[in-house]
C-alpha cells in the first residue's frame, strides 16, 4: 500500500496565512453590516414613534402632545405621566423597547450620551422612574398651550417667540422633524446653535447639541418626520430641517468643528 503524504508545516502555514487574509478582509465588510442593521433598526424605532404620535393627535382632534401638562407633572412630583413617552404608551405598547436606539445598550441613569440612553431615574417621583429612551421629540410640536415651554434649573422660562410653534397639520412635513437621535428627552433648536462636543447629548443645552450626535457611523444622526418617513441625515444637514416657524435653513450653520460629519 502506498503511503499518504501529509502537509508539511510551510503548507500549513501558507494554509493558515491565507485564513488570517480572508478573516481581515472579512471583518470590516461585517462590522458594516451589523452597523447598518442597527441605523435600520433604529429608522424603523424612530417611525414606530412617529406613527404612534399620529395616532395620538388625531385621536386628540388634532391637538400635539401640551408641554404644560408634562410641566405640571414634573412640578408636582407626579410620576409617569405627562411628558411624551408616557402619552404615547398606549399608542404602542413597546414603547420602551422602540425608544432605545440599539447603538445605545446600556443606561445613563441621567442625561444621555452617544453611547447611553437617558435614564432611567430611580426615584419614584420623578417622571424618568424606570423610564429610558435614546430620542427627543422636536420640542417645537408640542402643543399651543406651551407658554413657557422649557425647565432650567427648576423654573420655567420662554425658550422662543409665540409664533415659532408648529401647528399640526404641519407645512413641508416631510422636513419638519418630529423624533431623533437625541441625549435628552426634548430639544428646541434655533438656526444659531453651536453643534456641541457631538458626544454629551447636548448637557446645558436646549437646542442642537441634544441631537448633534455622532451615533452613525460617527456621521449621521437618524431623525423622523411629522409626515412620517425616518432617514439618517450627515450632521451638518440638520440646521437644514425646518425645526420651527421661525426656523431658518437657509441660514448660513455657525462654525464646525474639524471633520463634522466627514
Same mark, same amino acid.
Given at each position: 500500500?502506498?503511503?499518504?503524504? %501529509?502537509?508539511?508545516?510551510?503548507?500549513?502555514?501558507?494554509?493558515?496565512?491565507?485564513?488570517?487574509?480572508?478573516?481581515?478582509?472579512?471583518?470590516?465588510?461585517?462590522?458594516?453590516?451589523?452597523?447598518?442593521?442597527?441605523?435600520?433598526?433604529?429608522?424603523?424605532?424612530?417611525?414606530?414613534?412617529?406613527?404612534?404620535?399620529?395616532?395620538?393627535?388625531?385621536?386628540?382632534?388634532?391637538?400635539?402632545?401640551?408641554?404644560?401638562?408634562?410641566?405640571?407633572?414634573?412640578?408636582?412630583?407626579?410620576?409617569?405621566?405627562?411628558?411624551?413617552?408616557?402619552?404615547?404608551?398606549?399608542?404602542?405598547?413597546?414603547?420602551? /423597547?422602540?425608544?432605545?436606539?440599539?447603538?445605545? @445598550?446600556?443606561? +445613563?441613569?441621567?442625561?444621555?450620551?452617544?453611547?447611553?440612553?437617558?435614564?432611567?431615574?430611580?426615584?419614584?417621583?420623578?417622571?424618568?422612574?424606570? /423610564?429610558?429612551?435614546?430620542?427627543?421629540?422636536?420640542?417645537?410640536?408640542?402643543?399651543?398651550?406651551?407658554?413657557?415651554? %422649557?425647565?432650567?434649573?427648576?423654573?420655567?422660562?420662554?425658550?422662543?417667540?409665540?409664533?415659532?410653534?408648529?401647528?399640526? @397639520?404641519?407645512?413641508?412635513?416631510?422636513?419638519?422633524?418630529?423624533?431623533?437621535?437625541?441625549?435628552?428627552?426634548?430639544?428646541?433648536?434655533?438656526?444659531?446653535?453651536? @453643534?456641541?462636543?457631538?458626544?454629551?447629548?447636548?448637557?446645558?443645552?436646549?437646542?442642537?447639541?441634544?441631537?448633534?450626535?455622532?451615533?452613525?457611523?460617527?456621521?449621521?444622526?437618524?431623525? +423622523?418626520?411629522?409626515?412620517?418617513?425616518?432617514?439618517?441625515?450627515?450632521?451638518?444637514?440638520?440646521?437644514?430641517?425646518?425645526?420651527?416657524?421661525?426656523?431658518?435653513?437657509?441660514? /448660513?450653520? @455657525?462654525?464646525?468643528?474639524?471633520?463634522?460629519?466627514?
Amino acid at each position: 500500500m502506498p503511503r499518504r503524504k %501529509g502537509f508539511t508545516l510551510v503548507e500549513l502555514l501558507v494554509v493558515i496565512g491565507i485564513i488570517a487574509l480572508l478573516i481581515s478582509i472579512l471583518m470590516p465588510a461585517l462590522n458594516n453590516a451589523r452597523t447598518q442593521a442597527r441605523t435600520i433598526q433604529c429608522l424603523s424605532n424612530l417611525r414606530q414613534l412617529t406613527t404612534a404620535f399620529q395616532m395620538y393627535v388625531n385621536n386628540n382632534k388634532g391637538r400635539s402632545i401640551y408641554y404644560s401638562t408634562a410641566v405640571k407633572f414634573a412640578q408636582d412630583r407626579t410620576p409617569q405621566n405627562g411628558f411624551w413617552m408616557h402619552e404615547l404608551r398606549p399608542y404602542n405598547g413597546d414603547i420602551g /423597547v422602540i425608544g432605545v436606539c440599539p447603538e445605545t @445598550p446600556e443606561s +445613563s441613569g441621567g442625561w444621555g450620551t452617544v453611547t447611553l440612553t437617558w435614564g432611567p431615574d430611580n426615584d419614584t417621583s420623578s417622571f424618568l422612574y424606570q /423610564v429610558t429612551g435614546s430620542y427627543a421629540i422636536n420640542g417645537w410640536i408640542y402643543g399651543d398651550d406651551a407658554d413657557n415651554p %422649557g425647565l432650567r434649573g427648576g423654573e420655567l422660562y420662554s425658550i422662543g417667540p409665540r409664533d415659532a410653534w408648529i401647528t399640526l @397639520p404641519a407645512k413641508e412635513s416631510s422636513n419638519v422633524p418630529a423624533f431623533a437621535d437625541s441625549g435628552w428627552v426634548d430639544l428646541w433648536p434655533t438656526d444659531t446653535d453651536p @453643534p456641541g462636543d457631538l458626544v454629551s447629548g447636548g448637557i446645558g443645552y436646549v437646542g442642537m447639541p441634544r441631537v448633534c450626535l455622532k451615533r452613525h457611523n460617527k456621521r449621521f444622526s437618524n431623525v +423622523s418626520f411629522v409626515d412620517g418617513h425616518a432617514e439618517s441625515v450627515i450632521l451638518p444637514n440638520l440646521w437644514k430641517l425646518q425645526w420651527s416657524k421661525v426656523y431658518n435653513p437657509y441660514k /448660513v450653520p @455657525p462654525k464646525m468643528p474639524p471633520n463634522f460629519g466627514r
